[in-house]
């Protein structure tokens, strides 16, 4: 920890020295020389796309995970949107998602020319809750995303039921997931079909990047189309008559979501690491809890007893009633102190293109008052010791300082 900490109580915004000289982000990527080296090989490799890199990397998470099947993709938001085609999500069509989300978890309906349907989250674990996604369905209603919102997951077995009751394909958002169980199973091989990120931000990281996980072998086969162009090589698919060996047939319209080679290698090689990275993100998520759960100013986010998460993200969320200021006024404080946050998330249903689609505040009151609240602080397994410690002094300092 930082020793130039003159006075604990003033924060730097009032004139005291920060907890720390250096800026410390919410979160930073964990590249090693041997994730680099596996990138390198694929440059000097004859295939830079749709190489064996691509193969290598699908079979890995398969392995990791337990699914039948996984399909490379670009990123996660291609990821919904063609697990939505397969699906059959289509023009009048509703699909139930979290208003607390990046945004791609909704607009994948938009992108299928259907229409999200936001369910609120369970104030304590801020996952989406399985009695308002019963409430929200309708003779409409296709497919229900949930998120594991933070790295860990909802009531899936609770949700899975619900769409078994009404004939709903379950899509899991596991964008902040992998490395996570639940009831001892991994995420990937619960829902009808899971999608994964590989975001610069996630626990697992190809810059880019993204995968659909399926037991399904008809989803399979629909979700390789959708990820390039419609188009297929796969002879038992055809419907003409086979030209010679350079032949492929166009079945369907689709985009093109193809994930490069480069970026499939170092996903590969970070899968490596998982354990390790999973681990160590506990370990921090273990030593916040420890710590922030003294303070009354603050609420800890709950965890599900069924899923034991690799926490992709760790949400504070102040008590405003017990302390002088706001989340905005904390948040900059923070920042004062050189620990830079962020917020996870804006509720969608916020923005001025959902707002023009006819949505309005106050459908998710739990969703919209943990906004209010809750600031994202810096968690990824590179942290040292020393940070997690500075991170923590500097909420205390602030806590101290605001106390009402």
């Not at 193809?258 to 490596?272: E, G, H, P």
């Amino acid at each position: 920890m930082s020793d130039n900490n003159n006075d604990k109580r003033i924060p730097a915004i009032c004139g005291g020295s920060p907890v720390r000289s250096k800026k410390l982000y919410y979160s930073h990527q964990d590249v090693n020389e041997k994730d680099i080296q596996a990138v390198v090989d694929v440059l000097k490799s004859d295939y830079l796309t749709t190489g064996p890199a691509i193969t290598d990397m699908e079979e890995k998470l398969c392995k990791v995970t337990g699914a039948k099947h996984a399909v490379a993709i670009s990123n996660d938001t291609a990821a919904l949107h063609v697990a939505c085609l397969a699906a059959g999500v289509g023009p009048g069509d509703e699909v139930i998602t979290t208003p607390i989300t990046f945004a791609a978890s909704a607009n994948c309906a938009f992108y299928c020319g259907a229409r999200p349907v936001f369910a609120d989250i369970d104030p304590e674990t801020y996952q989406i809750d399985p009695d308002d996604i019963e409430r929200k369905i309708t003779s409409k209603t296709k497919a229900v995303i949930p998120v594991d919102y933070t790295g860990q997951t909802g009531a899936l077995d609770r949700i899975k039921e619900i769409c078994k009751k009404h004939n709903l394909v379950m899509i899991e958002d596991a964008a902040h997931s992998i490395g996570t169980t639940y009831k001892g199973k991994p995420v990937g091989t619960i829902a009808d079909m899971s999608t994964f990120s590989f975001h610069a931000v996630k626990t697992i990281t190809g810059g880019e990047g993204g995968a659909i996980l399926t037991d399904d072998d008809e989803y399979y086969k629909k979700l390789l189309l959708f990820r390039t162009h419609g188009i297929t090589r796969d002879t038992s698919l055809m419907e003409h008559e086979i030209d010679g060996p350079w032949y492929y047939e166009q079945l369907c319209l689709a985009p093109n979501y193809r994930l490069t080679d480069m970026q499939a290698a170092l996903i590969s090689s970070q899968l490596d690491r998982l354990d390790e990275f999973v681990a160590r993100r506990k370990e921090i998520r273990k030593r916040y809890d420890e710590a922030f759960s003294k303070l009354p100013e603050l609420f800890v986010q709950k965890e599900d007893p069924d899923s034991d998460s690799c926490r992709h993200l760790y949400i504070l969320r102040i008590v405003p009633e017990k302390l002088k200021v706001g989340r905005k006024e904390f948040f900059d404080a923070l920042g004062a102190e050189n620990i830079i946050c962020n917020v996870h998330y804006i509720p969608t249903y916020y923005f001025p293109y959902y707002e023009k689609q006819g949505y309005k505040k106050g459908l998710c009151p739990n969703a919209e008052k943990l906004y209010d609240e809750m600031i994202t602080i810096p968690l990824y397994a590179a942290m040292t010791d020393e940070d997690v410690e500075d991170v923590i002094a500097a909420v205390e300092k602030l806590v101290d300082y605001y106390r009402a």
